[in-house]
């Protein structure tokens, strides 16, 4: 990586991998054959696996395992940086899963995070913190993490969040877009077409779907705040 140049993209080929990868410049990095076939494990549990460190970075197709550490580090944190994807990645043993913050404002925006599945965490799946805001986290699934599947809490902002499945508590401190945005989406449930908002699938949701639209007629509410088309 060291001799990488910003906008290279780097293919990582199948095996297991020891180390704390620091990407401090625009890189596309992606694993050939998916996250079944290539796992990187930190080297030291205080510090992520992957540390995105400039805007644009793209982290594709990983197992991600941190040390099962009460750090505050996760297995893919981006802290102040724009425009960045994490996608396809499993994350697990990380204190959390994958990890959006600011130490600086208007940072952090515009970054997407996009079905990944985050389990076994000694924390929670993700996690969206400070004063973040303009990111998207679409299409995650998030089970068996230990203090919840994902947390919103500060004061993030106009974070998108949409179409994750959270199989768990949910920790959600502040209000954000939980739906498909900013229009109406078309999709299929069993075998019929519709548009409409979609949500976020919670097992702790209760609510009935009496026009079977695959849409709960009841918001899923987490105390202030709710998602109002939980499917």
């Known amino acids: 990586m060291t001799a990488a140049y910003a906008g290279d993209t780097i293919v990582v080929k199948a095996g297991a991998y020891t180390e704390n990868v620091l990407v401090d410049k625009q890189l596309t ?3 050939e054959d998916g996250s079944d076939a290539v796992t990187v494990t930190a080297t030291s549990a205080d510090a992520p696996v992957f540390d995105l460190n400039a805007d644009g970075i793209i982290i594709e197709g990983f197992s991600v395992r941190g040390g099962l550490t009460n750090e505050h580090v996760a297995g893919i944190e981006i802290v102040d940086f724009d425009d960045c994807e994490v996608r396809y990645n499993d994350c697990a043993n990380c204190y ?3 990890h959006i913050g600011n130490a600086v404002e ?6 997407i995070v996009e079905e990944n599945y985050c389990h076994d965490n000694t924390r929670r799946g993700i996690s969206l913190r400070d004063q973040v805001s303009g990111n998207t986290v679409y299409n995650n699934t998030c089970r068996n993490n230990t203090d919840g ?3 919103i809490k500060d004061t ?3 974070n998108i969040i949409w179409a994750n499945t959270f199989d768990g508590t949910v920790e959600i401190k502040y209000g ?3 739906h498909s945005p900013p229009e109406e989406v078309t999709y299929t449930y069993g ?3 519709f548009t409409g ?3 976020n699938y919670y097992t702790g949701y209760t609510g009935e779907d009496g026009n079977g639209d695959g849409i709960g007629d009841t918001p899923m509410s987490y105390g202030t705040y709710k998602d109002e088309y939980p499917p």
């Not at 208007?106 to 970054?111: K, S």
Request: proline content about 4%; charged content about 20%; overall charge negative.
């Open 176 to 178: 954000n877009i939980f």
């Open 156 to 158: 993030p902002s106009d």
């Open 106 to 111: 208007e940072t952090a925006t515009g970054n």
């Open 197 to 199: 908002y979609v949500g």
């Open 29 to 31: 990095i992606r694993s």
């Open 191 to 193: 075998d019929t077409e």
């Open 149 to 151: 599947e994902i947390c």
């Open 96 to 98: 959390n899963g994958i």
